[in-house]
């Protein structure tokens, strides 16, 4: 009886923990949202006003729209060049470990760090327009971080370079799994490499694809720290996403239900992509 309760006690203040500072504050959170709170949280009931501006006001559909273009690029590019890594490295190449960690290194720095780094890799002014045109390419332009219409796309950019490495080593534990026999047979019957890896290989790393793009949509969907730090939302709106618009309207512009609501819709959001995966998951695990 005593030796079942302890490990119960031991970790009864963490459980207790996640309870009140997690899911409390998001019921409080939702609570929030459906009032009329400013600068202060009020009590004052207002249904659901708050949803119907958050819908109707035009910083959010710009920050939806942001979304759409960096989730999408995002995911696509991470998951192509992670694919693409975890082959080229599954050759059995020579300091495989070695690659392996360069790969992986950007996934161990901070996002802050990442978008810093970025921010002045990215700077017309002392970054890689600066170097070149410095080496005699005068005429070379790359500004996109000034330009209301690319700057998303430098967010992208850094986004990719700090997760690709992890998709690589979520693909390259999936391909070291592929049954080696059927490779060995279609070898055997005269397949070309490009097609054992079309029609064989990839085919059974379905559930690596999965795993991977859930994990890249809620990280699209959550991001902010690269963001501020990298363009800090700008220039003007370009690079809001919906984490920046919620920080700006509870805290800057003092809407703090509006951006309550937000914070829901975005909670909703990694909801649909990641309680499907987890369900599948856990019935997956119970079915073994």
């Known amino acids: 009886m005593k030796a079942g309760l302890l490990p119960k006690l031991l970790l009864s203040p963490s459980a207790l923990l996640v309870l009140v500072c997690v899911y409390g504050y998001i019921m409080f959170t939702v609570y929030l949202s459906f009032t009329t709170s400013t600068m202060l949280p009020s009590a004052e009931w207002a249904g659901t006003a708050n949803y119907e501006r958050?819908?109707?006001?035009?910083?959010?559909?710009?920050?939806?729209?942001?979304?759409?273009?960096?989730?999408?690029?995002?995911i696509v590019v991470a998951m192509a060049l992670g694919l693409v890594l975890a082959i080229l490295i599954d050759q059995k190449v020579r300091a495989e470990g070695v690659l392996r960690s360069i790969y992986l290194y950007p996934?161990?720095?901070?996002?802050?760090?990442?978008?810093?780094a970025w921010k002045w890799l990215l700077d017309p002014g002392v970054g890689i327009e600066h170097t070149l045109r410095s080496l005699g390419w005068t005429a070379f332009s790359f500004d996109w971080i000034k330009d209301g219409e690319m700057a998303i796309y430098c967010v992208v950019i850094a986004a990719v370079w700090q997760t690709t490495g992890f998709v690589m080593a979520m693909f390259l534990a999936g391909l070291r799994g592929v049954d080696s026999e059927q490779i060995?047979?279609?070898?055997?019957?005269?397949?070309?490499?490009?097609?054992?890896?079309?029609?064989?290989?990839?085919?059974?790393?379905?559930?690596?694809?999965?795993?991977?793009?859930?994990?890249?949509?809620h990280m699209a969907i959550k991001s902010y720290?690269?963001?501020?730090?990298?363009?800090?939302?700008?220039?003007?709106?370009?690079?809001?996403?919906?984490?920046?618009?919620?920080?700006?309207?509870?805290?800057?512009r003092n809407e703090m239900a509006v951006g309550a609501a937000s914070s829901v819709l975005m909670l909703v959001a990694i909801g649909i992509v990641v309680v499907p995966y987890l369900l599948r998951e856990m019935r997956g695990a119970k079915n073994g």
Not at 107 to 116: E, F, K, P, R
Not at 189 to 195: N, T
């Open 54 to 74: 958050l819908l109707g006001l035009e910083n959010w559909a710009v920050s939806l729209r942001n979304l759409a273009i960096f989730a999408s690029l995002y």
């Open 107 to 116: 996934m161990a720095l901070s996002l802050i760090v990442t978008g810093t």
């Open 225 to 252: 720290d690269l963001v501020i730090a990298l363009t800090n939302g700008g220039p003007g709106r370009s690079t809001w996403l919906p984490s920046v618009f919620m920080y700006q309207y509870t805290f800057t």
């Open 184 to 217: 060995s047979a279609a070898r055997v019957d005269g397949a070309r490499p490009w097609q054992i890896y079309t029609r064989i290989v990839i085919p059974q790393l379905g559930p690596v694809f999965v795993s991977a793009f859930v994990i890249l949509a």
